[in-house]
């Protein structure tokens, strides 16, 4: 499964990415991008065809909704919000 992940804090995305990889080994992050600006330019690439995208909600440059009114996206995509003042431990994926 090949993964794009929109997110534009480091640690949320290595800690996202880590998870993908648990659950679903043989996973592959295609790039970590941090802006509404780098996931259009990113997605107009016919090469660049995501399986699945999971993106933060509110990113430095807007609302991650914006993406799919400035190209056409041919995947499922999961928002996701995460705030915690617990850090992550890695665990056993409950998959």
Known sequence: M???IIEDEPHNARTLSEIIVQVKPGSIILEILESIEQAVRFLSNQNNTPDLIFADIQLADGL????????KIKCPIIFALHTTNIPY???????
């Open 2 to 4: 090949k993964v794009l």
């Open 64 to 71: 991650s909704f914006e993406i799919s009114s400035k190209i």
């Open 89 to 95: 431990r890695h665990s056993k994926p409950m998959a």
